[in-house]
């Protein structure tokens, strides 16, 4: 008997082993489908999208050290803003934000869509002779005309910069070339902080006043 009762005993543990495998099989055959393996989410989530440097979408450029940190006029703060009042809160355009004071520019640039924006620094009007920049900041019509030259009526990447030409606001064409971080405007003028957000525009900042031709 003792035997009997034993055999029954390891007859009923391998029934019940066996079991789960066969509920496996019975829902195999049916139209349920198993849940993805943990490898298979794994290899999902790898092809989402990172908004890194790695895909170009970082400001660059040696003058972006310049920029504040935090606040309105950092990266962060400018991304908030249409153009025209990030440009405000950043102090190394300055002279540029008057220039768009002076010529009525500012609702124009905060409500288009879509833009580029070759914004020179301080130091890029600090090249032209003061007594030529007093002409232009006086003649409303000439100073249109040489900052509608610094906008692109799209939004420009960095790749579109490597060899392009591209017509501006003021309807005369402004080219560009180079590559990595290293850019120029029409032969003459640096991107010295590229890629830069706003709410409405891509800024790219640059060292040289661009000037119709």
């Known amino acids: 008997m003792n035997t009997l009762q034993i055999r029954r005993t390891a007859i009923a543990v391998a029934a019940a082993a066996l079991l789960p495998f066969s509920l496996v099989a019975c829902s195999d055959s049916g139209d349920t489908k198993a849940a993805p393996a943990a490898g298979d989410e794994a290899k999902t989530g790898a092809n989402t999208p990172v908004d890194d440097a790695s895909t170009g979408n970082e400001p660059f450029g040696p ?13 962060d703060g400018m991304a908030k803003d249409p153009v025209a009042t990030a440009a405000s809160n950043n102090p190394v355009l300055s002279t540029l934000v ?11 640039l905060n409500n288009a869509k879509d833009i580029t924006v070759f914004a020179p620094t301080n130091d890029a009007f600090a090249k032209i002779p003061k007594a030529d920049l007093d002409k232009v900041l006086a003649d409303k019509d000439t100073l249109t005309k040489i900052l509608t030259y610094h906008v692109v009526g799209q939004k420009l990447t960095p790749q579109q910069l490597e060899n392009g030409s591209f017509e501006t606001l003021q309807k005369g064409m402004v080219t560009t070339m180079g590559s990595g971080e290293a850019y120029k405007v029409n032969d003459t003028s640096n991107v010295v902080c590229g890629n ?3 709410a409405n525009a891509n800024v790219y900042i640059v060292d040289t006043v661009l000037m119709p031709k």
């Not at 972006?64 to 006029?73: I, R, S, T």
């Not at 008057?98 to 124009?108: I, R």
């Open 196 to 198: 830069v957000k706003t």
């Open 63 to 75: 003058a972006c050290a310049g920029v504040p940190a935090e606040g309105a006029g950092s990266f």
């Open 98 to 108: 008057a220039a768009v004071k002076q010529a009525g520019l500012v609702d124009t």
